[in-house]
Every structure is written in C-alpha cells, then in structure tokens.
C-alpha cells in the first residue's frame, strides 16, 4: 500500500490492520509516489525480491485537516504507468465538489471506472449514517461474503436508508426539482467568499480555493482553547485541531462552509475572526 502521508487516521489504521507493507509518500507529490512506485516494481517484496502481486494507491479526495483536493488526474497516469490500483475515499468530497455533485472524480472530468475502490461515507453531505463502497461487482461480492462489517453488523435503519436516497434524489435532480443542482453552486460560492475574504483579512489558510474545508492557521498549540472560548462567547461554534491530529506547531480552525450559511452568516463569522485575529 503506498499511503499519502495526510491520510485520515481510519485510512491509516485499516492499512495497518490489512497486514499489507505500507510505504508513505509526501502529500499530493507525484515525484515521491512515482519514486515508490518504482521501487516497488525494480525491487519485488523484500526478502523474495518477487514481484508484489497488487500495488494499491490509498489517497482522498478532500484531505480533512488540509482542505486541499488530491491531483487525480496524475495519480490515475501513474495506477496505468505502473499497472497499480487506486483505492479513493470520497467522504469529504462526494456532495460537494463537482458540477452534480459527484465529487472529485467528476471535478476533474475522470471516468469513475478509473477508480479500482471508490469509498465514501453517508454521514456528511447526505446527513445520514454509515457508509459505501463502489467498485467492480466481484470486488463488491467479495466484500459482502468476507467483510465482518456486512456479515456480523445490524443492517442499516430504514429511516437512515430513506434520508440518503431522498438525499441522492435531491443532488441527482430526480425530485422533480432544480434544489441540488442549486446547494451545490451555493456551497461553491460560498467556499469561494468565505476563502477569498480570510485572505483579504491577512489570515493563513490551507487547502484547494474549492475546497468547503477550510482550515485557517492559529500556529501556536496556546491559542487553540483561547480562540475557541472567545468565538463561542459571540456564539460561533468553532472545532479546533491541534497535536497529534496535526504537526505541533501547525495548530488551526477547521471551518466547513455549508450551503445553507448565508452571506449574512459568514460575515458574522468574518467580523468576529477580523476582531479577534
């Protein structure tokens, strides 16, 4: 497994627990992926020297601590280059990147079939539970069969089930109604203003200018529980991320620009973050 250094810690620990060798590569760097990759090819396994019978790529699409959009495009030349697989989570991406919606693979104009396992969750954009798996129909009976999660787990609600197809009916379009097509080019504006305007503020952020995560930089691990109390006491709700989550001295505001914020709202926000920073 070659894993992108900024995994989320699921991603990490599901390697881990795979029992698979797992290489990490610098975030979003092709040079560093292509490096492995190579390696991985010239020299086999470590002590056989044979070959790896599977190479998988493990990236995300939106990168939660990061707000930055993974390089799909240069990532699926390498998979064919060196005949890999890419295994892509879509958990921050899928309902909120891409003209309908689709996430990534659509903001860049990829064929899904691309991705050899395309993950996402339904807990975020859908506002429901649980989760989903994508992929080849053998790679999904196998995984209905093997997977403990399918074979031992309670079966998901049917009020959670009817919340995420009304939810796909929405940004599908399929309701009847133009009401996901217009959220989505809602959230992409309001990801813009809001992104745009910390800017103009002098304020560090992170991540893709489409990218509804935004992390704004606060450095130093001190500040964190400060900033927090004082955006809570002119109520905003603010989640703050510091050690181990992230690099000691890289401590930060997560913001996750929604559709239903209005302008009004984020200048609330704005105002205070300018009176404050």
Same mark, same amino acid.
């Given at each position: 497994?070659?894993?992108?250094?900024?995994?989320?810690?699921?991603?990490?620990?599901?390697?881990?627990?795979?029992?698979?060798?797992?290489?990490?590569?610098?975030?979003?760097?092709?040079?560093?992926?292509?490096?492995?990759?190579? $390696?991985?090819?010239? *020299? +086999?396994?470590? !002590?056989?020297?044979?070959?790896? #019978?599977?190479?998988?790529?493990?990236?995300?699409?939106?990168?939660?601590?990061?707000?930055?959009?993974?390089?799909?495009?240069?990532?699926?030349?390498?998979?064919?280059?060196?005949?890999?697989?890419?295994?892509?989570?879509?958990?921050?991406?899928?309902?909120?990147?891409?003209?309908?919606?689709?996430?990534?693979?659509?903001?860049?104009?990829?064929?899904?079939?691309?991705?050899?396992?395309?993950?996402?969750?339904?807990?975020?954009?859908?506002?429901?539970?649980?989760?989903?798996?994508?992929?080849?129909?053998?790679?999904?009976?196998?995984?209905?069969?093997?997977?403990?999660?399918?074979?031992?787990?309670?079966?998901?609600?049917?009020?959670?089930?009817?919340?995420?197809?009304?939810?796909?009916?929405?940004?599908?379009?399929? $309701?009847?109604?133009? *009401? +996901?097509?217009? !959220?989505?080019?809602?959230?992409? #504006?309001?990801?813009?203003?809001?992104?745009?305007?910390?800017?103009?503020?002098?304020?560090?952020?992170?991540?893709?200018?489409?990218?509804?995560?935004?992390?704004?930089?606060?450095?130093?691990?001190?500040?964190?529980?400060?900033?927090?109390?004082?955006?809570?006491?002119?109520?905003?709700?603010?989640?703050?991320?510091?050690?181990?989550?992230?690099?000691?001295?890289?401590?930060?505001?997560?913001?996750?620009?929604?559709?239903?914020?209005?302008?009004?709202?984020?200048?609330?926000?704005?105002?205070?973050?300018?009176?404050?920073?």
């Amino acid at each position: 497994i070659l894993s992108d250094e900024l995994n989320h810690t699921s991603l990490v620990l599901g390697a881990r627990l795979s029992g698979a060798t797992i290489r990490v590569f610098k975030h979003n760097n092709m040079q560093s992926l292509e490096k492995l990759l190579k $390696d991985a090819v010239i *020299q +086999g396994q470590p !002590r056989s020297r044979r070959a790896w #019978k599977k190479i998988l790529i493990l990236v995300e699409g939106i990168y939660s601590m990061e707000g930055s959009i993974v390089r799909l495009p240069e990532i699926i030349s390498l998979k064919r280059k060196y005949k890999a697989y890419v295994y892509l989570d879509e958990a921050h991406s899928v309902g909120a990147v891409g003209p309908t919606g689709r996430g990534v693979v659509e903001y860049f104009g990829m064929d899904p079939n691309d991705i050899d396992v395309l993950m996402g969750t339904f807990t975020k954009s859908f506002g429901a539970a649980g989760g989903y798996i994508a992929g080849k129909k053998e790679l999904v009976d196998y995984l209905r069969i093997y997977s403990h999660s399918a074979t031992y787990a309670t079966s998901m609600a049917p009020p959670i089930a009817e919340q995420i197809i009304r939810a796909m009916k929405c940004v599908m379009g399929l $309701d009847g109604t133009t *009401q +996901g097509r217009q !959220r989505i080019s809602q959230l992409a #504006k309001n990801t813009r203003y809001f992104r745009r305007r910390l800017r103009e503020l002098g304020f560090i952020t992170y991540g893709n200018e489409d990218s509804p995560v935004v992390p704004l930089l606060l450095y130093l691990p001190g500040k964190v529980g400060a900033f927090a109390r004082l955006m809570l006491s002119k109520n905003i709700g603010v989640v703050v991320v510091g050690f181990p989550a992230t690099p000691i001295t890289e401590s930060r505001a997560r913001f996750c620009v929604s559709t239903a914020h209005t302008r009004e709202m984020l200048d609330t926000v704005l105002n205070a973050l300018d009176e404050l920073g």
